[in-house]
């Protein structure tokens, strides 16, 4: 059986679906939280998920024509989603059309040092 590879990923999740979603490695948690306070009439979530490498090309299909669907399926196949804030769990679950993934403890290489500093919400 093939292993699949895990990837990080950081995002903005709102009202309208994701907003932002990019490789771990290519933003800061910084700039994503300075976003989403400034959008706050749309409720943005910053996030961080670890997926496989082929569920990642199928969110970025559905972010080329439906936000909605891609956060759907994001929250259906995410092998683990933290919120950058405690007090989020509420309002990830509430984003529309979805229910929320429980989180399940996975192996991924030095997965602390992709934290990046903060203590994500789970």
Known sequence: MKRKNIVAYLGIADIEGIDQFSPIDKVKVSFLDI??????PRKPIVFRAF????????????????AKAALIYLKKKALEIGTLE?????????????????????????KDQLGLGFEWQQ
């Not at 405690?86 to 192996?107: G, H, V």
């Open 86 to 110: 405690k007090n989020q769990q509420k309002e990830w679950d509430s984003l529309p059309y979805s229910e929320s993934k429980k989180t399940e403890s996975i192996e991924v290489v030095d």
């Open 51 to 66: 997926l496989y490498e082929e569920d990642v090309e199928q969110i970025k299909e559905f972010l080329k024509t439906n």
């Open 35 to 40: 976003r989403a306070k400034l959008n706050s």
